[in-house]
């Protein structure tokens, strides 16, 4: 991987502004307080609620990276964009291989 | 505060000074993703184990949801503080740098003083690592995150010191970057604790 460009973009170095760092703030609260409300009060049915947080939290890693990483920003962001994209493939597939195994595992042991 | 031009004391060193500071954050970013690779073992782990309660107490009836919900405000605020001490990095303002940082270290501490207490809370009524596998794996997340916050609290504490004999250079600045990336990468992965623990455990 040839990680000697030469160009000189602003790789990391742009630090977001007050605004950015603020609305990235007030965005993040929401989007916990949200997901605490519907769970805490039941407001909805368990299926519901269940696809809710998760949305919520996808959201919120979504927000956090934009507004506080910045990792995104930048000539040379492609980079680091790629290993993000790449982690997050691994990621799922370790979760959701590991959840897809072991319950069929279990279902087979008991039935 | 200053915010019309972030960037006005944004002096340019040497290219190859520059070159340099880039690939550090580089492979700063790419630990982090490796991180990110053993934080979903464990999720995956606690995902699994996380109703083979061995008869004992299940996530529903432990744990107390105010109090997380205040342990994620203080991290969630610890993040946002976080980039103030980076935008006044690039703005050479030392006492301000020191003083956010400062506050963001407070935060954490607060933070992981809370989760002590929980876990001690948990150990004292008979919840122990030692009780079910859900407990467990329970300990083994959400203290692998704690773990990580308090390394972050030493990191800090040094960067502190750095700053104040130091002050605002190139190198200070990249090594606050490198570990702005990782506090801003805990609360990251905190939400994912709050979301896959506590939440769902509360539904």
Same mark, same amino acid.
């Given at each position: 991987?040839?990680?000697?460009?030469?160009?000189?973009?602003?790789?990391?170095?742009?630090?977001?502004?007050?605004?950015?760092?603020?609305?990235?703030?007030?965005?993040?609260?929401?989007?916990?307080?949200?997901?605490?409300?519907? #769970? +805490?009060?039941?407001?909805? &049915?368990?299926?519901?609620?269940? %696809? *809710?947080?998760?949305?919520?939290? $996808? =959201?919120?890693?979504?927000?956090?990276?934009?507004?506080?990483?910045? #990792? +995104?920003?930048?000539?040379? &962001?492609?980079?680091?964009?790629? %290993? *993000?994209?790449?982690?997050?493939? $691994? =990621?799922?597939?370790?979760?959701?291989?590991?959840?897809?195994?072991?319950?069929?595992?279990?279902?087979?042991?008991?039935? | 505060?200053?915010?019309?031009?972030?960037?006005?004391?944004?002096?340019?060193?040497?290219?190859?000074?520059?070159?340099?500071?880039?690939?550090?954050?580089?492979?700063?970013?790419?630990?982090?993703?490796?991180?990110?690779?053993?934080?979903?073992?464990?999720?995956?782990?606690?995902?699994?184990?996380?109703?083979?309660?061995?008869?004992?107490?299940?996530?529903?009836?432990?744990?107390?949801?105010?109090?997380?919900?205040?342990?994620?405000?203080?991290?969630?605020?610890?993040?946002?503080?976080?980039?103030?001490?980076?935008?006044?990095?690039?703005?050479?303002?030392?006492?301000?740098?020191?003083?956010?940082?400062?506050?963001?270290?407070?935060?954490?501490?607060?933070?992981?003083?809370?989760?002590?207490?929980?876990?001690?809370?948990?150990?004292?009524?008979?919840?122990?690592?030692?009780?079910?596998?859900?407990?467990?794996?329970?300990?083994?997340?959400?203290?692998?995150?704690?773990?990580?916050?308090?390394?972050?609290?030493?990191?800090?504490?040094?960067?502190?010191?750095?700053?104040?004999?130091?002050?605002?250079?190139?190198?200070?600045?990249?090594?606050?970057?490198?570990?702005?990336?990782?506090?801003?990468?805990?609360?990251?992965?905190?939400?994912?604790?709050?979301?896959?623990?506590?939440?769902?455990?509360?539904?």
């Amino acid at each position: 991987m040839n990680i000697n460009t030469t160009n000189h973009g602003a790789h990391f170095e742009s630090h977001g502004s007050l605004k950015s760092y603020i609305i990235g703030f007030i965005l993040s609260i929401t989007l916990t307080l949200i997901p605490y409300y519907i #769970v +805490t009060t039941h407001a909805m &049915s368990i299926p519901t609620t269940y %696809a *809710l947080i998760l949305l919520f939290a $996808v =959201l919120q890693f979504i927000i956090q990276v934009v507004f506080f990483l910045h #990792v +995104t920003e930048g000539q040379d &962001s492609k980079w680091n964009i790629m %290993a *993000l994209v790449f982690t997050i493939v $691994v =990621l799922l597939i370790l979760v959701f291989g590991s959840m897809w195994i072991m319950y069929n595992l279990d279902y087979n042991m008991m039935h | 505060m200053n915010i019309t031009n972030p960037n006005s004391q944004h002096t340019h060193h040497d290219d190859h000074h520059h070159e340099e500071d880039k690939k550090n954050l580089f492979g700063f970013w790419l630990y982090i993703m490796t991180d990110c690779i053993l934080f979903a073992m464990i999720f995956a782990a606690y995902i699994v184990l996380h109703k083979n309660t061995f008869g004992g107490a299940s996530a529903h009836e432990l744990f107390s949801m105010p109090f997380v919900l205040t342990e994620t405000m203080i991290l969630l605020t610890s993040s946002f503080t976080y980039g103030l001490v980076m935008l006044s990095a690039h703005k050479n303002q030392t006492k301000m740098v020191l003083l956010w940082l400062f506050i963001t270290f407070i935060l954490g501490v607060v933070f992981i003083g809370m989760e002590i207490h929980e876990f001690t809370n948990l150990y004292n009524e008979g919840h122990g690592w030692d009780k079910s596998a859900f407990l467990s794996s329970f300990f083994t997340l959400v203290g692998t995150h704690g773990l990580h916050v308090t390394s972050g609290l030493i990191w800090m504490c040094a960067l502190m010191g750095q700053v104040m004999v130091h002050g605002i250079t190139k190198k200070t600045i990249n090594k606050l970057a490198c570990l702005s990336l990782f506090w801003h990468f805990l609360d990251i992965v905190w939400i994912f604790v709050f979301t896959i623990v506590y939440l769902m455990g509360a539904i």
